[in-house]
């Protein structure tokens, strides 16, 4: 089966440091993307980990462990811009294989 | 930057009426997805399309659904007869085939169909 955990809402301030995490639990793996994703809009891509440590890409960083099914986004810097869902997505087979989305994570940034 | 774009942005239609969702992916991109999110839901993936047939499908993608590529950049969905549950954001997505690493999917901004 395929499942994909992170938190349902989080509320971080402008200017500080927040993690969202993710958990999966899926038949295969070949890589694990984030997608930010404001209201009514389509998803963009973040990050992708397919190797366990962490790929930093300005002020955000995602980090993979595979062994443990468990990934991170760090957010440094937060800007009220930055207020979106995040989703966590898994790639269980070939490297064009559809991905499995999370329910996401409601981020929102507060003065 | 190249886009995948979508039209319409919004189809509001009757439930048992067909409706034709459009993408052009983007023009080097080879592989091709639908995947819909229901409000408050999470994105789930519906088709993928390579080299003129369908790669995969979910077990959402039954009979009143079907994808067609119908010239060199369009690519659609079709669902045959609406239903109220169809009534959703739907995401097209394309990406360049894979050499063995992986290939990010770019998305589209969506069509927000809703069946009265």
Known sequence: GQNIDQ????????????????????????????????????????????LDGLEEKGRFSSFLSR??????????????KDSASYLCAVGSNSGNTPLVFGKGTRLSVIA | EPEVTQTPSHQVTQMGQE???????????LYFYWY????GQKVEFLVSFYNNEISEKSEIFDDQFSVER?????????IRSTKLEDSAMYFCASSHPSGGAWETQY??????????
């Open chain 1, 7 to 50: 938190p349902t809402e989080m509320t971080a301030t402008e200017g500080a440091i927040v993690q969202i995490n993710c958990t999966y639990q899926t038949s295969g793996f070949n890589g694990l993307f984030w997608y930010q994703q404001h209201a009514g809009e389509a998803p963009t891509f973040l990050s992708y980990n397919v």
């Open chain 2, 36 to 39: 819909r999110q229901i409000l």
């Open chain 1, 67 to 80: 062994s443990k099914g468990y990934s991170y986004l760090l957010l440094k810097e937060l800007q009220m």
């Open chain 2, 107 to 116: 998305f589209g901004p969506g069509t927000r169909l809703l069946v009265l």
């Open chain 2, 70 to 78: 119908p010239d060199g950049s369009n690519f659609t969905l079709k």
């Open chain 2, 19 to 29: 409706v034709i969702l459009r993408c052009v992916p983007i023009s080097n991109h």
